[in-house]
């Protein structure tokens, strides 16, 4: 059975602080991984994953994976109160042209004070 | 505005009563989804369909049933033998064409079976 964890499950940190949430994998067959944002209702993408080594950057938000060790880590830089969510980590399995399968982590629920 | 649109929000049934709930897209994808989430636990996946008049099982089907003769739709109905119906349901579409795996997410519909 394929497994995402995620950790910690929780985190509280001041504004400004800088957080590393992390996602581990065991899944049978892997092609890319996929973290998203849930703030409220609607999860919202943030990045893909699918080659090792790679950093991928959006603002304050930077990601990279290890396919070697099966981790990924999403890095949140200068925290602000408006980064206060869920993270979800998702994992892929090869692409088949079709519906893409994914296999969610528990999230992490973020919470940035003031 | 291209979305995923659920309705309803909320929803409140009495134990036994089957309910159905919707989903509808105008992104024009072929692929939609059906998850579940649990405090403590990430999207679980209930139903798929890569295609109009097309579904298949994802890891928790039981109790729960689809139809998609639509592309645009696809009604999720939670019934009696769903033995815990309360829950936060999310329905999702995504492109089939070429390499991608993002997801794109309704709002959510909030069930509570008492």
């Known amino acids: 059975e394929d497994k995402v964890v995620q950790s910690p499950l929780s985190l509280v940190v001041h504004e400004g602080d800088t957080v590393t949430l992390n996602c581990s994998y065991e899944v049978t067959n892997f092609r890319s991984l996929l973290w998203y944002k849930q703030e409220k209702k609607a999860p919202t993408f943030l990045f893909m994953l699918?080659?090792?080594?790679i950093e991928k950057k959006s603002g304050r938000l930077s990601s990279i994976l290890d396919k070697k060790e099966l981790f990924s880590i999403l890095n949140i830089t200068a925290t602000q109160t408006g980064d206060s969510a869920i993270y979800l980590c998702a994992v892929a399995p090869p692409w088949t042209g079709t519906a893409s399968k994914l296999t969610f982590g528990t999230g992490t629920r973020l919470q940035v004070t003031l | 505005d291209g979305g995923i649109t659920q309705s309803p929000k909320y929803l409140f049934r009495k134990e036994g009563q089957n309910v159905t709930l919707s989903c509808e897209q105008n992104l024009n994808h072929d692929a939609m989804y059906w998850y579940r989430q649990d405090p403590g636990q990430g999207l679980r996946l209930i139903y798929y369909?890569?295609?109009?008049?097309?579904?298949q099982k994802g890891d928790i089907a039981e109790g729960y049933s689809v139809s998609r003769e639509k592309k645009e739709s696809f009604p999720l109905t939670v019934t009696s033998a769903q033995k815990n119906p309360t829950a936060f349901y999310l329905c999702?579409?995504?492109?089939?064409?070429?390499?991608?795996?993002?997801?794109?997410f309704g709002p959510g519909t909030r069930l509570t079976v008492t």
């Open positions: 999702a579409s995504s492109k089939t064409g070429g390499l991608s795996y993002e997801q794109y």
């Open positions: 369909s890569q295609i109009v008049n097309d579904f």
């Open positions: 699918t080659s090792s080594g």
